[in-house]
Structures are given as C-alpha cells and as structure tokens.
C-alpha cells in the first residue's frame, strides 16, 4: 500500500514537473520572440558614436588616411584610429598633469608633441616592418616563380601563383600584380609600379631581372634559383648584423628618454621644477639639450646602421 502511494505521488510530481516546465519553454519562446522584434529581428543596435564613425569613414579625409593605414599595415578603420589618437591624448595629459604636475598649457602642448611623435614613429616602424617582412619572403617567391617557370608555365601564371600560394604581405602585393596583368596593363608598367610600392634594394633587383628576362629572353628558373640563394645568404648577414648591433640601437632609444623622464620626476618632487627652463637662460639650455638629444638620436642610428 506505502509503496503504490509513493509510486503515485512520483507520477503525479512528474505531471506536474512536465507541466510547469511546458510553460516555462512557451513563457521563454514569447519572450524570445518580443526580444526579435524589440531589437529588430537581431539587427544591431549602433551607437551614436559608431554612426558619427561610419559618416566619417565615407569623406575625403578619411579615404586618404585610410590609404595610409594600409601602407603602414595598422588595421583600423580611419575613425578607430582617430579615437585612439584622441584617447591616447587624453591619457597622456592625464599622466602629465596629475602624476608629474606638469603646467596644464605646456601639457597640453607637450602631449601634442608627444602624440605626433609617437604616431610619426608607428607609422615608420609598421611600414619598415612590412617591407621588411615582404623581403624576407623574396627568396621564397624566387623559388616560386622559378619553380612555375621549369614546370612550363608562364611568368604570368606563376605570378597568379605567388598571389594564391605566399602568405601575406606579399600575397596581397602578387595579387594587385595579377589583377593589374590580367586587366590588360603593359608588364614593365605594372612591375615598376609594384616597385615603386616597396622601394627596397633587393626588391629592385628582382624587378630588374624580371624585366630583362622579360624583354631578352634566357633560362628564367636559373637566373632566379641563383638570386634566391644569394637572397638567403644576406638575409642571415644582416641577421647577425642585427643581433650584434642591437645594443647600441636601444640606446639611442634609450638615451633620450632617461632625461626626460628625469626632469618629469624632479618636477612631481620639487613644485615649479620646469618653471627654470622657460626662463631667458632656461631657454637656451633646453634648446641645447633638444639639440643635443636628436643629435645623439642620429648619430648612433647613422652608426648601427650598416648596410649590406
């Protein structure tokens, strides 16, 4: 009797269970439903912000700018990067005001300072960076091309190759190559254009062979299995080159920044620190010393700086 009273009672908790949990999957399949079209069957909502963005990315200005995001290989959108430089703005006066009592109008002019430097040297230091990456890559498309040559294809099919088969940033590089062949334009005109583009010793001298064995003719797969072995070879020369002159290239870096950072210090310690150096003679000083900073900078990269 206990036991078909608690097989019932099982039964009748399981109903039960089955019924409330049919009402929480409707309850939760209307409100679902409701969040569709409350948000526009799943469409994003957008900022404003986001809007003012997407409006700026459409003018003149930021076309031009987005042209040179992509040569320096930074991947933002012209308005991204426009808020980053105006967030990074705002952060550096923070820093300068709050932390080293810096004035505010010499740290609102001293950001701007630093701001344009700082972008000035992303831009140097990604774009040095690509070319430099595309480089590195020239002994594999030598091989490439040599290899599509030997097998019979054409210098234009193994070029369509490349833009299929290497890795970026030369993929991208082959296949505006290819897109411009393919439409037609001369051979000569397209692979100087791409030269212009990279403007890089080496790359010159695989244009060049390209173009003579173009116009006069020869053994193609030769010519280019040779310059990738040689490509090879002063790769891992300036490898070492790098590796032994990497110290004295820090400090250039390093030397100005130890100064500056100094006097910020001497600033947040002794109140109205800075208030010398925009004096008569407090002037000069700091004109001397910016002199002698950017000099050094120069210098020591003039020295590093040795070419292969």
Not at 149 to 162: D, E, P, V
Request: charged share 25%; hydrophobic share 50%.
């Amino acid at each position: 009797m206990i036991e078909a009273s608690i097989a019932a009672l099982a039964f009748f908790l399981l109903i039960v269970g089955l019924y409330f949990l049919l009402g929480y999957r409707k309850e939760k399949k209307e409100w679902r439903k409701k969040t569709h079209q409350f948000y526009r069957e799943g469409e994003k909502r957008k900022s404003v912000l986001v809007l003012w963005g997407a409006k700026f990315d459409q003018t003149e200005t930021a076309k031009e700018m987005e042209g040179k995001l992509q040569n320096a290989n930074i991947p933002f959108t012209p308005s991204e990067f426009l808020g980053a430089l105006i967030v990074s703005y705002m952060g550096i006066l923070f820093v300068l005001v709050n932390f080293f009592k810096v004035p505010t109008l010499i740290a609102l002019a001293l950001s701007l300072m630093l701001l344009e430097a700082g972008r000035r040297m992303l831009f140097k230091i990604r774009k040095d960076r690509r070319r430099q990456m595309l480089i590195d890559q020239l002994p594999d498309i030598c091989r490439l091309l040599a290899n599509s040559t030997r097998s019979g294809m054409t210098l234009n099919q193994g070029i369509q190759l490349a833009a299929k088969e290497m890795a970026e940033p030369a993929k991208s590089e082959f296949k505006h190559l290819a897109h411009e062949l393919s439409l037609g334009i001369d051979f000569g005109t397209a692979i100087r254009t791409l030269e212009k583009r990279i403007d890089n010793k080496e790359f010159h001298l695989f244009t060049a062979t390209l173009l003579i064995q173009k116009r006069a003719g020869g053994n193609l797969y030769a010519v280019l299995d040779e310059m990738s072995q040689t490509l090879d070879e002063r790769k891992l020369l300036k490898q070492e080159i790098k590796t032994m002159t990497a110290e004295h290239r820090y400090i250039a870096y390093i030397v100005p920044v130890i100064p500056i950072f100094l006097v910020l210090m001497m600033n947040n310690v002794v109140d109205g620190f800075l208030d010398a150096l925009f004096s008569g003679i407090g002037l000069i000083l700091l004109a001397i010393f910016i002199a002698g900073t950017v000099a050094t900078f120069f210098i020591i990269n003039k020295i590093t700086n040795i070419r292969v």
